[in-house]
């Protein structure tokens, strides 16, 4: 009702102006659409039609701007509520796995990728399932690809580490973790990763040198201890190593080194020992091995 009393008020608003504008301005204007259409209007109706012309054209563009915002409105609901539906069954699917519904969770993981295969926590999860039952090739599958849509993810990275280390691709495995420590050099979860399958490998040296970082990397007064324990016993191989290579020079380097950090270390005088053996030093051997007996009572 209001809108009709408005249509009509500007309506008569429109025949007053147009009369008094029509008295004040006689005459008429020729009006050119194309090369050979004219029309004959007088100054008042120009004005008219210049003003509805851009009401017209406000009008168009406010509906344009409207539709426009009526429909990002709705595909943004639609995407919320599609949201929302996937993180219910991912919060459902997590407490299957915590209640150990193992088929359980991985029916509901698998029915939020269907609805949003990009979601993250979920490819994370349901490839942590699969690696737990030994399916090492679909959780690498799936770890890959929470990492192409999160790339820097430091959690996906060391899952996807850990894949293929059990699933004995250990090279790959390396480099994964490599790129975790590219973003984070102190990550200590992945220094003894990196540590730890580089002494699986008997990769003393790069297990050594990855130690020495983890020594570094903020440890309390406890852990510490406990691993600068662990970097002496790595010493020890790399010097035992470089001794069986035929290195004698460089194995007593390390056997005096784990010494120097340890002097109850038992292993380092023997290895001492042998590497002077080797050498033909017999002498310096036994004085090596007596100083040892001294100290360790052994």
Known sequence: MLRLLGTVFLIIVASVLYGYFQELNPGSVHLRISPSTGYDLSPAAVVL????????????LVSVRETKNLIVGWRDAR??????????????????FMSKRTAEAIDLFQKSLALDPNHTDSLLWLGNLYRSEKNYPEAIRLHRKARTNEEHNGEVLLALAIDLEEGKRYEEALQTLQEILRDDPGNLATLLRMRDLYASLEKWQEALDVQHRLLKAGLS???RRAESAVLVGLTYEVG???????????????????????KQFLPGYIGLGETLIREGKTKAAGDILEKAYSKTGN
């Open 79 to 96: 995407l919320r509520r599609k949201g929302e539906k996937v993180d219910a069954l991912h919060r459902e699917g997590t407490r299957a």
């Open 49 to 60: 039609v210049s003003m509805a012309t851009g009401a017209l054209l406000v009008m168009a």
């Open 221 to 223: 007064d406890v852990d």
């Open 240 to 262: 035992a190593q470089l001794l069986e290579r035929g290195h004698p020079e460089k194995a007593r380097r390390y056997f005096r080194g784990a010494i120097k950090r340890d």
